[in-house]
Each structure stands twice: as C-alpha cells, then as structure tokens.
C-alpha cells in the first residue's frame, strides 16, 4: 500500500504564505524579508525527515517494492540454479559421450590386437604347414629324382642288352644266310648225284 500524501494538506512551519508575517513575529523583525510559497508538492513526497521511516518501510516485507526485490533475487537465483544444473548436465552428458567413445575404441583396439594375434599364430600355422608340405615335397621329389636315376640306368641296361640282342640277331641271320646257302647249295649238289 503506497502512502500517498495529498497537496491539500498543512504546509509546514517554515513556509508562509506570500505576504504573511509569523505568528510569533516581534515588531522588531526585519520587514524587508519575504517569504514566498513555491508549487505545491507532488503526491508521493516524503520529506526529508521521515526519510528513516521510509527506509524501514523499504525493509518491511510487507512493502511491495521489497516483496517485488526479493521476488526478482530469488528468480534470478533460481535461474542461476537451473543454468547451473543445464550446463553440468550437458558438461557431463559430454564427458560420459567422450568417455563412451574412449571405452569404445579401447574394446575395438582389444579386439583389433586379438585378431592380430589370432592371424600370427595362423600364419604361424599355416608357416608350418607349408614348411612341412615344403620338406615332404622335397623328400617325394629326392625318391622320384632316385627312382628316375636308377630307371635311367635300368632303361641304359636295357638298351644295351637289346643293342647285344640286335647284333646276336644279326649274327644269327647271317648265321642263318649262310646254312641257307649251305644247304642250298647241298640241295643242288644232291640232285646233280641223282641224276
């Protein structure tokens, strides 16, 4: 409630009217001094001595100006608390991401490293898989290599046992022409005998 003071009210002791003297004026006073009243005061004015009271009306809860004060301190401070609690749930919302994502490339960096062991040891594997096909090979291709050393030589024996066999054969056809033409000449002769 505003305490409103209207102009119509007594104007105070030490201003008079134009060309009024005090009440309390001696005879003696000085007649050349005139007090002059000035406008008439606006609503709302509060002199200077009740300024103490109104400043113990400004404190008074009860005073609007104040309520409207502590009102305006508490929804700012209420705002301050809800920016406050915004920006940490958004600062924490960024960590627990950035801490997701740093977990995330760790299990993918284990299983990256897992997967790399997993195919050393299968190359290590497949190292010695091929080392042991590699020795078998090696081994298959010393037997065949002997076995074609020792065929050759067979096949070499073989020739020449038929080379041997060729020229006893053509020994034995010449063998063969010459009884022939023994014979053939023995024919000859026994049928000149008989006739």
Not at 70 to 77: A, M, T, W
Not at 125 to 152: D, H, W, Y
């Amino acid at each position: 409630m505003k305490e409103s003071l209207s102009p119509s009210t007594n104007p105070p002791d030490n201003e008079l009217p134009f060309g009024a003297s005090p009440s309390g004026a001696t005879a003696g006073s000085d007649p050349d001094v005139v007090v002059i009243k000035g406008p008439p005061r606006p609503a709302g004015y509060v002199p200077p001595s009740s300024s103490l009271h109104q400043e113990e009306n400004d404190m008074n809860p009860t005073n609007p100006t104040a309520l409207n004060v502590k009102r305006s301190v508490d929804r700012q401070r209420k705002e301050q608390r809800a920016v406050t609690s915004i920006l940490s749930g958004v600062g924490l919302a960024l960590l627990l991401i950035i801490g997701g994502c740093t977990a995330l490339a760790g299990f993918g960096g284990f299983v990256l490293w897992k997967q790399i062991q997993r195919q050393s040891v299968t190359v290590d594997q497949m190292e010695q898989r091929i080392n042991k096909e590699l020795a078998s090979l090696q081994a298959r291709n010393a037997e065949l290599t002997s076995g074609l050393e020792s065929a050759g030589a067979q096949l070499a024996k073989q020739l020449s046992m038929l080379e041997q066999a060729k020229s006893q054969l053509n020994q034995q056809a010449k063998d063969v022409g010459t009884v022939r033409r023994r014979l053939s000449i023995l024919e000859r002769d026994s049928s000149d005998r008989r006739r």
